[in-house]
């Protein structure tokens, strides 16, 4: 039994060759993500083999991620924000023109651009909701691709309602409302609302998910648990109110609210022409696909044979028979192919990665903990590859959120981990979305109370099961797992031998405080039904009382910090407070502070600054292998 050997931080947080390969409309060429002065650019080439790509962005400040085809090939948009601070703007890209320079479509300061979508039957047009008249409202606007031509079609109603087209120039509405109702209006040109459906926002702590109007602009697919635990596709009818089921699973849930976290492609596979519905994503501990078209049937079933992981990210020509597909795996991430259903031939295009050996990889496998109260934690352990896995140092990796899960996958983190000598725990507690209602609002008042319990759980089990050493834990985590972990080494000092923090919350009252004001009402379902409401003394006492800053005195283990100094979310201020007070103390912190980054790091040299620092922290104090 031989330990593969050690992969630099560099090989893992480096940026891919490639990545988030996409078909152009016409299906003569295809767009990725690519290094370009040590930023990921779009590039474009040709799908014939042998042709030259090209570069046609030209971000050297900050990584771009999110880009999409128009309609017409020859413009391409992408979105980019300000060092992190989450206010992106609609760029495009005239595709024609070598030389022509980027152009901003939604030029207003400090706004931010969302939902960007294209108006069916009118070629060139999309709509997109912006905040420029208000931080807190989002209007619903206009534009037209090739000139750039900006209107207002429809003013937000109010703080926390977003305007959406219908079929025939309609508009209809998403409200959140005060009390923490999800209504769906419609909204006539007196700016009167009409309730066309309201749903428990108790449910939907993150919202509605998916939320799409469906390809006729008559009805709106959504993510429903109304009458059920897991959540399934049904139609509204948006002049009826009348609601349809058009899918579900007996077992698993619909994959909306993770993918929403995420910010990436909905659960609904459409077709790239019609917008129809053809394809519904399920997630339990691998993904299920639902075809709802025979034509994508076959389609589905040729492409799942092309590679042995879940299907990724799709994209189709207008035809419906070129497609690019990418693969989630656990050891050999986003592998991308080519596929024509009209002659029935493949080819891969590219590994994200190719200097990963997939055989030096650790499996990702799943396994469920029992909670002390009898609640099943889906959970995946991440074991060292070539080592006996008995009494390892371990790393309990906690997702952010709290309203995400863990999935299988290849996550670097896990990975750069195990390649060290580390177990590492991922741990679907209580409170984590894609598992049904009742596991989700399992959590509701149990932040540093059952949430964490289940954490420690996780750890006793694994000590038992005999793969931990319990003197050689650690708790990591970012956001929600960085509060986890300072609530790790204040609530718990005894079970953890050091802690990782990354823009985690040490104050919940300070943080509800300084939300960003374009989360309007969408706190009240979240962090106010499951924390709190700092406007109520009580409720602050509480929250205060399940907040690491009141406990820092109990803190002995050392620290890792690292923070975003333009995060929206969670406000420098929520670190340095935490290091000022522990350093004062004598604790032993290392503070990372990362000036042109926000809530979690995009620039590369940045993530590896980051991993190196993980690194040597952990070879410190559990004793793993190092680098340095």
């Given at each position: 039994m031989t330990a593969p050997p050690l992969i630099s931080v560099e090989?893992?947080?480096?940026?891919?060759?490639?990545?988030?390969?996409?078909?152009?409309?016409?299906?003569?060429?295809?767009?990725?993500?690519?290094?370009?002065?040590?930023?990921?650019n779009v590039w474009i080439e040709d799908l014939l083999p042998g042709s030259e790509p090209r570069c046609v962005t030209a971000d050297e400040t900050r990584s771009v991620h999110d880009f999409r085809w128009t309609d017409d090939p020859r413009w391409l948009l992408y979105l980019q924000d300000t060092g992190g601070d989450e206010n992106s703007h609609?760029?495009?890209?005239?595709?024609?023109?070598?030389?022509?320079?980027?152009?901003?479509?939604?030029?207003?300061?400090?706004?931010?651009?969302?939902?960007?979508?294209?108006?069916?039957?009118?070629?060139?047009?999309?709509?997109?909701l912006i905040n420029a008249r208000s931080i807190a409202e989002f209007d619903l606007y206009e534009i037209k691709i090739a000139t750039g031509e900006l209107t207002m079609i429809r003013q937000s109603p109010g703080v926390g309602r977003y305007p959406m087209l219908g079929a025939d120039g309609k508009v209809f509405v998403f409200a959140m409302t005060a009390d923490g109702t999800i209504d769906i209006t419609r909204l006539d040109e007196s700016g009167a609302e009409a309730t066309v459906a309201s749903f428990d926002g108790t449910d939907y702590p993150m919202g509605i998910s998916p939320m799409q109007i469906t390809a006729d602009g008559t009805g709106m697919w959504l993510g429903s648990n109304r009458g059920r635990d897991l959540a399934h596709l049904i139609r509204l009818d948006l002049e009826t109110g009348e609601e349809t089921v058009v899918d579900s699973h007996p077992t698993l849930e619909l994959d909306g609210a993770r993918r929403a976290v995420e910010q990436t492609s909905p659960p609904l596979i459409c077709d790239s022409a019609t917008g129809e519905l053809i394809g519904v994503r399920y997630l339990g501990e691998r993904q299920v696909i639902h075809a709802l078209e025979p034509g994508f049937a076959d389609i589905l079933k040729n492409l799942e044979q092309l590679f042995d992981g879940d299907i990724g990210a799709l994209s189709s020509d207008e035809s419906g028979q070129k497609w690019i597909v990418s693969f989630v795996h656990d050891r050999d991430p986003s592998v991308t192919y080519y596929y024509d259903h009209n002659t029935g031939s493949s080819r891969r295009l590219f590994r994200p990665y190719p200097h990963l050996d997939p055989g030096d990889m650790a499996p990702m496998a799943p396994v469920n903990v029992q909670a002390r109260d009898g609640l099943t934690l889906p959970s995946y352990l991440t074991l060292p590859v070539g080592v006996q896995p008995e009494s390892l140092p371990m790393v309990l990796l906690v997702h952010g959120g709290p309203w995400y899960r863990d999935s299988w996958t290849f996550d670097p983190i896990a990975q750069m981990l195990a390649n060290r000598g580390y177990a590492v725990l991922q741990v679907n507690f209580r409170g984590s979305v894609g598992y049904g209602t009742a596991h989700t609002?399992?959590?509701?008042?149990?932040?540093?109370?059952?949430?964490?319990?289940?954490?420690?759980?996780?750890?006793?089990?694994?000590?038992?099961?005999?793969?931990?050493?319990?003197?050689?834990?650690?708790?990591?985590?970012?956001?929600?797992?960085?509060?986890?972990?300072?609530?790790?080494?204040?609530?718990?000092?005894?079970?953890?031998?050091?802690?990782?923090?990354?823009?985690?919350?040490?104050?919940?009252?300070?943080?509800?405080?300084?939300?960003?004001?374009?989360i309007g009402p969408g706190i009240i379902?979240?962090?106010?039904?499951?924390?709190?409401?700092?406007?109520?003394?009580?409720?602050?006492?509480?929250?205060?009382?399940?907040?690491?800053?009141?406990?820092?005195?109990?803190?002995?283990?050392?620290l890792l910090i690292a923070q975003g100094a333009n995060d929206p979310r969670v406000v420098k201020a929520e670190s340095d407070n935490v290091v000022e007070r522990l350093r004062s103390r004598g604790v032993d912190v290392d503070y990372l502070v990362f000036d042109d980054e926000g809530h979690g790091f995009v620039n590369p040299e940045n993530s590896i600054r980051y991993y190196r620092a993980v690194e040597k922290f952990l070879a410190q104090h559990l004793g793993g292998r190092s680098q340095q």
């Open positions: 090989d893992f947080f480096g940026p891919p060759v490639r990545s988030g390969a996409t078909l152009s409309p016409d299906g003569t060429r295809l767009a990725f993500l690519a290094p370009w002065k040590n930023r990921l609609v760029f495009r890209v005239d595709l024609e023109d070598s030389d022509a320079a980027a152009v901003d479509l939604t030029p207003f300061p400090g706004s931010r651009a969302v939902a960007i979508e294209p108006v069916r039957g009118r070629a060139g047009v999309y709509t997109v609002n399992a959590g509701v008042g149990q932040f540093a109370g059952a949430m964490h319990d289940d954490l420690i759980d996780a750890v006793n089990w694994a000590v038992e099961a005999g793969y931990a050493d319990r003197e050689r834990v650690a708790i990591m985590g970012g956001s929600y797992g960085g509060y986890a972990a300072l609530v790790g080494a204040s609530f718990t000092p005894d079970t953890f031998a050091a802690a990782i923090d990354c823009v985690g919350i040490s104050d919940l009252s300070n943080f509800m405080r300084t939300q960003p004001a374009f379902n979240s962090w106010h039904r499951f924390v709190g409401d700092p406007a109520d003394p009580d409720q602050l006492a509480d929250m205060l009382a399940r907040s690491p800053i009141s406990k820092l005195d109990a803190i002995r283990a050392p």
